[in-house]
């Protein structure tokens, strides 16, 4: 490709609404053009990274075994009326109607599309196992859509399903796409971690995050140095931090604490470590009745140590929570331990509340809580001397670094990544609710085992941005680069030497599969310099007089301090070997 035939629109400023760095690269790079809140259209640029994305999913699933169809973006709301999500999904989910005000959604995913493919298409145990796949536009109506292609409206992801006979298939199913997912990373050349994760809307029971690793991404990343134990924040587990329960060693002492509300000025105004405090956090959960109305409230105390903070993804899996559950109101909490929220306890409640206790807090002794009465707490709380065991014990906090390692070989770090990619085992969450079926080796029907598995294409841009970038721009790795390599002829318009050398080792590269551009423009060398640095080609070669004179060109890798020369002869293999061929 040549400049002149191919489209380059660089910026030297941000737009001022692109407020992190892949979207403000992305901009000047021309690699998108906003449209509207959360849409872009992509650019030549941008389309060129977006498809060799896109062939390295293509041959990574077909090498698994998955077989690629195309559903369409906009589906019969029927489909997922079947499923609950129609109702359930929220504002997220783009409902529309036709001219015969026949209900439609915009895609944000396909279990109901394809799973209505596998109830009429694979009826036999003979048709089994199959994993179908496409890469498609998604729309999520996202109520802040915010950092360029990080959180957009539309989008493009692959979506991969499988579909199994049993919970067996269904697993070897899943650690193949797994696999296949470790081979995709790999390729990008990315550094990422695959972790356990929650299952969250899709539902399911066994799930993993791809996070591509980077200072600004937005979730957290439990792992341990030591072991291959990593999760995200929801999922990491809070082991107990004490060997057991000591006994009780101050008496209960019910004491003054002047405008003292949270753990941390409690723990300071009475000259105790923070961890030797607990703090309340009251929870409800709701029966409805047949209109709909809530008919009755139970309220929960929650208990953590005063310097953890509490996963409410954990909470929701307690007994009891995982229907769903919300914060307590002021009058509810007023009702139930006779005081506003700051001075909340377990001892002296005025209604019966279900206790649960973090694993750490039930080991705990000698504890202080709030008393249930303003500018009151109570020291020296024990478990049985002073109030009943909890009704539950559970895994309820964040883990912090430091903490052991669930797998006990060694300690947690936390660092930030971006989920660019996700794996889920459903089982039958949806071919049961859409009777999917198929007969099995004795004719009996049986539902299928499902998994899915998806890869956010055009959020792998901005990740490898995120995470490949410096104070001149974007440094692509060079797999999913828009050109392996640049060449910059000085003089290319004035120089017939310089034309004649740049048009050969042009056509040289080419001939050795290559995918390199010859700017040819006849700009200015900083100008020129420039661009391609903000673009991130990972090898550039510059052609000038001087340099054919001495019989030397110029070559420097984008990351590259300085530019090495290289014999006229001798490019070709150097840039050949500088991209690892």
């Given at each position: 490709m040549k400049a002149t035939?191919?489209?380059?629109?660089?910026?030297?400023?941000?737009?001022?609404?692109?407020?992190?760095?892949?979207?403000?690269?992305?901009?000047?790079?021309?690699?998108?053009?906003?449209?509207?809140?959360?849409?872009?259209?992509?650019?030549p640029m941008g389309l060129r990274v977006i498809r060799k994305v896109e062939r390295i999913i293509r041959e990574e699933m077909e090498r698994a075994g998955a077989v690629e169809l195309l559903m369409p973006v906009v589906q019969p709301a029927e489909?997922?009326?079947?499923?609950?999500?129609f109702e359930k999904m929220g504002p997220e989910l783009m409902r529309v109607k036709d001219r015969h005000d026949r209900d439609y959604i915009i895609q944000p995913t396909s279990e109901e599309v394809v799973t209505d493919i596998a109830r009429q298409e694979l009826r036999s145990y003979k048709q089994l196992p199959k994993?179908?796949?496409?890469?498609?536009?998604?729309?999520?109506d996202e109520r802040r859509p915010r950092f360029g292609v990080m959180r957009g409206r539309e989008f493009t992801m692959k979506d991969a399903y499988s579909f199994d006979r049993d919970e067996a298939g269904a697993t070897k199913s899943y650690e193949s796409m797994f696999a296949a997912y470790k081979r995709i990373f790999d390729r990008f050349g990315l550094a990422y971690r695959a972790v356990a994760a929650d299952t969250g809307a899709i539902g399911g029971d066994l799930s993993h995050e791809f996070q591509v690793i980077a200072d600004t991404g937005e979730d957290a990343i439990v792992y341990c140095p030591t072991s291959d134990y990593a999760a995200n924040i929801e999922l990491a587990e809070g082991v107990a931090l004490l060997p057991a329960r000591a006994a009780a060693a101050n008496a209960l002492v019910r004491t003054p604490t002047p405008g003292k509300s949270t753990c941390a000025d409690v723990a300071q105004f009475l000259g105790l470590p923070l961890t030797q405090t607990v703090k309340s956090l009251v929870l409800a959960t709701d029966e409805l009745d047949d209109k709909g109305d809530i008919a009755k409230s139970t309220i929960w105390l929650l208990l953590l140590r005063g310097d953890h903070d509490m996963n409410e993804v954990k909470a929701g899996k307690v007994e009891g929570l995982r229907g769903g559950f919300r914060f307590a109101t002021v009058s509810e909490i007023e009702d139930h331990f006779g005081t506003k929220p700051g001075y909340l306890g377990p001892i002296g409640l005025k209604k019966p509340v279900k206790i649960v206790a973090d694993r750490t807090v039930a080991l705990m002794s000698d504890w202080v809580c709030g008393g249930n009465e303003a500018d009151v707490h109570i020291t020296g709380v024990n478990w049985g001397r002073d109030l009943p065991e909890p009704d539950a014990v559970a895994d309820l906090r964040n883990v912090v670094e430091g903490d052991p390692s669930p797998d006990g070989k060694g300690v947690l770090a936390i660092q930030r990544g971006i989920e660019v990619g996700h794996v889920f085992y459903l089982g039958t969450k949806y071919s049961k609710a859409m009777n999917a079926t198929f007969l099995d080796e004795t004719g009996k029907p049986k539902l299928m085992e499902m998994g899915c598995y998806g890869i956010g294409v055009t959020r792998i841009l901005g990740a490898a941005i995120e995470q490949n970038h410096d104070g001149r721009g974007i440094i692509w790795p060079v797999s999913i680069a828009p050109f392996e390599a640049v060449l910059c002829p000085i003089g290319y318009d004035r120089s017939e030497e310089v034309k004649t050398a740049a048009d050969?080792?042009?056509?040289?590269?080419?001939?050795?599969?290559?995918?390199?551009?010859?700017d040819d423009r006849g700009e200015r060398p900083g100008a020129m310099f420039a661009d391609w640095e903000l673009v991130g080609v990972p090898q550039r070669v510059v052609i000038s007089d001087r340099g054919l004179k001495e019989g030397l060109l110029e070559v420097q890798g984008r990351r590259d301090a300085e530019a090495a020369k290289i014999a006229t002869t001798d490019v070709v293999a150097s840039v050949l070997a500088r991209l690892g061929r």
């Open positions: 035939q191919f489209f380059i629109s660089t910026l030297k400023e941000a737009p001022a609404d692109a407020e992190v760095v892949s979207h403000q690269l992305m901009m000047r790079a021309g690699m998108i053009k906003r449209l509207g809140a959360g849409i872009y259209n992509y650019m489909l997922w009326q079947e499923t609950g999500r994993n179908f796949y496409h890469i498609q536009t998604k729309f999520r050969q080792l042009y056509a040289e590269l080419k001939a050795a599969g290559v995918d390199v551009l010859l």
